[in-house]
């Protein structure tokens, strides 16, 4: 069974204080993993999407990392308005989706 | 452009009363997807259609049914409710080369 597990549950940053969030899979094939932001009382709004060990995406103050067994969301210098739910999910070969639970992040000024 | 759009954006329940949850994309996209969220388990993914007509169950199926008449429409039933439905249901469709989901807002209901 395809398994996702983010960590921590809640990060608590100051503006500026950099930090990274983990995501970790096991899949039976991975097809591709992705990371949404999700603001309270919105749906997930899609941010990337890695496919293969080693690559790597950036967004602003966010990049993201891929290993055989996991992905880091690195949040470099964060801001206020960077505070959201942050969701992995990781797609089979099958084409099956499975998220995680999330991680929380509050940016205080 | 409206991306997805589900309808109502909340709704109060009595148990064992009915309802439908609809959503609508203007994408053209093929495949969409229902997930209900309840808080610390994330995103369970409930039923998903691969293309008009079709529908496959997801992680978590039981009292609920759904209908994809249209390739811009998909719809999700409740025929009996129980308060173990009381979540967050978000509709998405799915970008043709990307993977990328597309989420609605969110419907929140609640079965007293």
């Known amino acids: 069974e395809d398994q996702v597990t983010q960590s921590p549950e809640a990060l608590r940053l100051q503006e500026g204080e950099s930090s990274s969030l983990n995501c970790s899979y096991t899949v039976s094939g991975l097809r591709g993993l992705f990371w949404y932001r999700q603001d309270p009382g919105k749906g997930p709004e899609f941010l990337f999407t890695?496919?293969?060990a080693g690559e790597e995406k950036e967004k602003e103050r966010l990049k993201a990392t891929l290993t055989k067994k996991e992905s880091f969301l690195h949040i470099t210098a964060p801001k206020p308005e960077d505070s959201a739910t942050y969701l992995c999910?990781?797609?089979?070969?099958?084409?099956?989706?499975?998220f995680g639970a999330g991680t929380t992040v509050t940016v205080r000024a | 452009n409206a991306g997805v759009t589900q309808t109502p954006k909340f709704q109060v329940l009595k148990t064992g009363q009915s309802m439908t949850l609809q959503c609508a994309q203007d994408?053209?996209?093929?495949?969409m997807y229902w997930y209900r969220q309840d808080p610390g388990m994330g995103l369970r993914l409930i039923y998903y259609?691969?293309?008009?007509?079709?529908?496959d169950k997801g992680e978590v199926p039981d009292g609920y049914n759904v209908s994809r008449l249209k390739k811009q429409n998909f719809l999700l039933g409740l025929e009996s409710a129980a308060p173990s439905q009381t979540s967050v249901y978000f509709c998405?469709?799915?970008?043709?080369?990307?993977?990328?989901?597309?989420f609605g807002e969110g419907s929140r209901l609640t079965v007293l």
């Open positions: 890695l496919y293969s």
């Open positions: 994408m053209n996209h093929n495949s």
């Open positions: 998405a469709s799915v970008g043709v080369n990307t993977g990328e989901l597309f």
């Open positions: 999910a990781v797609q089979a070969n099958d084409y099956k989706l499975s």
């Open positions: 259609s691969a293309s008009e007509g079709t529908t």
